[in-house]
């Protein structure tokens, strides 16, 4: 690879990448307090040298090999350290060639992705960001002159310039100064770009002791991680302290008593009667969602659902648990639709807690997901004025491959897709 076509490579690294970390990412109503995870991984790529002899960069490419790990807090800085080994050469006309080089380094870096910095999305697909660190290199290297002179650097031989590293290694402290442009596939797994040059404190890197200024050396890198270790979001373990002390049962109870003496057995019975109001009884609520979408319909008839809950609390209910079960419409894939719906689940609490305000506090929360909601489905297509839906049924139950089914028999029959969005939900239970 010729050093030209090393610098187009970075040129059209930087230009694809850049614009696309402006969109994937998701508005997730329910944001964790914080993205704190450990992370490893491992990279390659191309490389080169950039020597303080003109012209300055080698006419070669070789290769790199890296591995990393290191932590990610504060949403937006990671600390890691990286281990590699390198691998130059080229040729200089008329002047020396390159015909060894190769080192073991390791640094230490802190790495910031603006855009989580400029606004903060715990699902984000792309990010990019400068990271900068410093570190040390153990080189080898052996040039020949063009009179035929061959000078060596970094060997445990004689002149071969011992240095105090592994077999005689020359030893040497670097700065490496880059831009990493990433792309999230889940939250576990990512895949990125490392674009990097690293300043060295010697000019012998090329074999060559000019003493002109420093060495430089650069790498395109493509590379993947593996997240885990990440803390478990605090909001969903506030509900668990019970309230003793706001019990109201004795203190709505010590009122009748006394209205007893005072009223006919008529009286009593017609209040007692009161007390078991509908709105006491067990409650299944249904919060509605967009395709694709994580985050709670702020319609009226969302809101009135779960102010129910409210005015239940303010009638003097006792509520110690609510449970939520988030579902996703059966077209999408498992994935998706498993990802959706744990997500509307989480939505559905903060939309409660949101709602309900102080009177959350001593509720209990549990959340549930179950993917595609296909029994919903079923139901909703078998109450449905859909030609031939018990057909469509049969068929659906016994493919092979029900969501490709769905889609392919959706196409056909759109009226099937009116179904989807019932289906689409966070259901709350309360007993």
Request: proline content about 4%.
């Amino acid at each position: 690879m010729s050093k030209f076509t090393f610098k187009k490579s970075l040129l059209i690294i930087a230009l694809a990448l850049l614009p696309m970390t402006f969109f994937g990412q998701n508005d997730n109503a329910e944001k964790p307090k914080s993205n704190n995870h450990w992370h490893i991984g491992i990279e390659g790529g191309a490389t080169s040298l950039f020597s303080d002899n003109k012209p300055y960069m080698l006419d070669k490419t070789s290769w790199d090999v890296s591995m990393s790990f290191g932590y990610t807090f504060a949403r937006f800085v990671t600390v890691y350290a990286k281990f590699g080994y390198f691998n130059l050469a080229g040729e200089k006309e008329n002047y020396f060639t390159l015909d060894e080089c190769n080192f073991f380094n390791g640094n230490l870096n802190v790495g910031f992705d603006i855009m989580q910095l400029i606004k903060y999305k715990p699902d984000r697909k792309f990010g990019f960001g400068p990271h900068i660190g410093y570190g040390q290199l153990q080189s080898r290297s052996k040039s020949t002159y063009a009179n035929g002179k061959v000078f060596k650097w970094g060997y445990d031989e004689e002149d071969g310039n011992k240095g105090g590293g592994i077999k005689g290694r020359r030893v040497i402290y670097e700065i490496p100064m880059g831009m990493d442009f990433t792309y999230n596939f889940s939250k576990k797994f990512a895949i990125y770009a490392d674009l990097t040059m690293v300043k060295t404190d010697t000019e012998c890197l090329d074999a060559v002791p000019s003493g002109d200024h420093r060495d430089w050396y650069g790498y395109a890198n493509i590379g993947c991680r593996f997240k885990f270790g990440y803390k478990k979001d605090k909001p969903q373990e506030e509900p668990e302290e019970e309230v003793v002390e706001e019990q109201p049962v004795e203190e709505t109870q010590a009122p009748i008593e006394e209205v007893i003496e005072e009223v006919e057995p008529e009286e009593i019975e017609a209040e007692e009667a009161e007390e078991v109001a509908p709105a006491f009884e067990d409650r299944d609520i249904k919060l509605t969602f967009a395709v694709g979408k994580a985050t709670v319909q702020r319609t009226q008839d969302n809101m009135n659902e779960v102010d129910k809950i409210s005015e239940d609390l303010d009638n003097g209910r006792v509520i110690t648990n609510i449970t939520v079960i988030g579902y996703a419409s059966p077209e999408g894939g498992k994935d998706l639709n498993e990802n959706l719906s744990k997500e509307r689940a989480k939505a559905t609490v903060a939309f409660i807690k949101e709602r309900l305000g102080e009177k959350a506090r001593g509720i209990k929360f549990e959340s549930e997901y179950r993917g595609a909601d296909w029994d919903g489905f079923y139901k909703a297509l078998a109450n449905s004025d859909i030609a031939n839906k018990n057909e469509i049924i049969n068929e659906l139950k016994n493919s092979d491959n029900p969501t490709v089914t769905l889609n392919k028999l959706a196409a056909k029959n759109p009226t099937i897709k009116n179904l989807y969005g019932q289906l689409r939900r966070g259901q709350i239970i309360i007993k």
